[in-house]
């Protein structure tokens, strides 16, 4: 993820690609959120005290909405430039390089959401399967965003090139307000 991250930067700044930007932001998200993570699932499983009546239990949840909070003000913001870009007649980025680094991005988010699935059935916790939840996410993103650049390569030289300077900050659009509802979901009280 850290390479993705990396990589997903030098090809965002290089193409001013909305899309990878936003798959860029997720992800330096999720690394920056590992850390406290990985300090939090050792408190989880501290037994319960006479002081501590609920346990560690309530910083599991003030974890995921801190977490998802600021991805939703994040996704906002990226979505208001996705916006005016499209207001401003889109621009062009270069499809098949796009298209080409996602398909990989896509592969290694499978392996990896795979993997986790099989050692998540070892450990019954709700941040483990928000994790879980992300990956999956990552693999319909990542193949939605190569599926669009591998789409405006196509339309080169066809009665439709005037769509391929949209696809970009569509991409971006439909990945924000997926993201939006998905944090707002998973964020809100279950009855």
């Known amino acids: 993820e850290i390479s993705e991250c990396l990589v997903g930067s030098e090809m965002c700044i290089r193409d001013s690609s909305h ?5 860029c932001v997720f992800d ?8 406290p993570f990985l300090v939090l699932v050792p408190l989880l499983y501290r037994p319960v005290t006479e002081r501590r009546p609920y346990g560690f239990s309530q910083v599991e949840s003030l974890f995921l909405v801190i977490k ?3 991805l939703l ?8 430039d996705s916006v005016q870009s499209i207001l401003h007649g889109g621009h062009m980025v270069n499809a098949s390089q796009l298209a080409g680094f ?18 998540s059935k070892r450990y019954a916790s709700v941040v ?6 992300n990956w999956k996410l990552d693999v319909v993103s ?3 965003v190569f599926a669009a650049f591998f789409g405006q390569f196509l339309l080169q030289k066809t009665p439709y090139e005037w769509l391929a300077p949209y696809i970009d ?18 964020t809100s009280p279950s009855p």
């Open 19 to 23: 899309a990878i930007l936003m798959d």
């Open 28 to 35: 330096v998200t999720d690394l920056i959120m590992i850390g």
């Open 68 to 70: 998802y909070s600021v």
């Open 73 to 80: 003000v994040v996704t906002i913001q990226l979505l208001i």
């Open 102 to 119: 996602e398909f990989g991005v896509f592969a290694g988010c499978l392996i990896i959401y795979f993997l986790l699935h099989y050692f």
């Open 128 to 133: 483990v399967k928000a994790e879980m939840y």
């Open 142 to 144: 990542s193949f939605g």
């Open 169 to 186: 900050p569509v991409v971006a659009i439909v990945m924000a307000l997926i993201l939006i509802v998905d944090c707002l979901l998973y």
